[in-house]
């Protein structure tokens, strides 16, 4: 809107108030209002974040930079001594060698028996809510406890041994071997988190677009072809998160390993959380120990922004 001038020759722009707007000063006190309003509400947060997660990080990142046997009032500032002792030391190449391979277990397995289970469970079959509670079970059972029980079971006179002896089959001593126990669990962690992978692959098939499986199906394609060609690939999103997800949960497995073989036998099991536990609270080096905690930050991020660039699951959407 423009105003004519009295000489009735240019025109200029008519005043905030004239065109119906708000004045710049009073949007500028709106803006300072909502700035301090935005930042009332955030500041209790902010206060929990930094003292509960923020400040134990920087001191945890101090004390990687000393030695400290975890009692002492004094810690000996060593620089970068802990990650280049850390670089040399077998015990770290053993760990991570461990945790890869039961990274990579718990990540195929994750997504083969989570999508293969919510395929089923999605299907029109009787009882479907019954089953869908029974799968997510495990999810919600303590880990501990299902470690003790696992430990039973494969014991080498527990129920497992004691059944394949009724078959005539002599059953081997599955927490004695370190890739059996490694197997062993590996198929623990798949068991405990497939309630979880099941939810996000039956919430991913549930928003699928169905006019897509009718049109490829009047196209002539079968079962096996809608699912390899258009089921996976549009579930692609939900399978970087849930191989994320079992890259975090191996790379920080503690309570599994612990009750279930406690790192045994001879480092066949020893992840870098029970890595990280002996050297810290076993044998006392706690700024050795924060060193491969932070290595195992790194680790895991690193591998995460690698599956992210290789998947290309960030330009990767459900439509």
Do not use: C
Request: aromatic fraction near 12%; proline fraction near 5%.
């Amino acid at each position: 809107m423009s105003v004519t001038t009295p000489s009735g020759g240019r025109t200029r722009p008519a005043p905030a108030q004239a065109r119906g707007g708000t004045p710049p000063a009073r949007r500028r006190r709106y803006d300072r209002e909502e700035v301090v309003t935005a930042a009332l509400f955030v500041a209790p947060a902010l206060v929990v974040l930094s003292v509960f997660v923020l400040y134990p990080i920087v001191s945890a990142a101090r004390t990687s930079l000393t030695s400290w046997n975890g009692y002492s009032p004094t810690k000996t500032f060593v620089g970068l001594a802990n990650y280049v002792d850390l670089l040399h030391d077998p015990a770290l190449w053993n760990s991570l060698g461990v945790t890869l391979l039961y990274a990579a277990g718990v990540s195929v397995l994750g997504v083969v028996s989570g999508l293969a289970v919510a395929l089923l469970l999605d299907a029109p079959i009787r009882g479907r809510g019954f089953y869908r509670g029974l799968y997510f079970l495990p999810t919600v059972t303590s880990s501990v406890a299902a470690a003790i029980v696992w430990r039973y079971l494969f014991d080498p006179s527990g129920y497992v041994n004691g059944l394949l002896e009724r078959f005539g089959i002599t059953g081997p001593d599955w927490l004695g071997d370190r890739w059996l126990a490694l197997v062993l669990l590996t198929a623990l962690t798949v068991w405990k988190s497939l309630g979880f992978n099941v939810v996000l692959y039956l919430t991913g098939l549930q928003a699928l677009p169905t006019s897509v499986f009718e049109a490829a199906q009047l196209d002539g394609a079968g079962t096996w072809q809608r699912l390899r060609l258009i089921t996976v690939p549009l579930l692609r999103p939900i399978t970087f998160f849930v191989v994320v997800q079992a890259l975090i949960t191996t790379f920080q497995s503690f309570d599994l390993v612990y009750v279930l073989t406690g790192g045994g036998p001879r480092g066949g099991t020893e992840v870098l959380g029970m890595f990280m536990y002996r050297e810290a609270f076993r044998l006392g080096h706690f700024g050795y120990g924060t060193a491969i905690a932070f290595t195992t930050l790194f680790l895991v991020l690193g591998v995460t922004l690698m599956q992210w660039r290789v998947s290309g699951s960030g330009r990767s959407s459900l439509r």
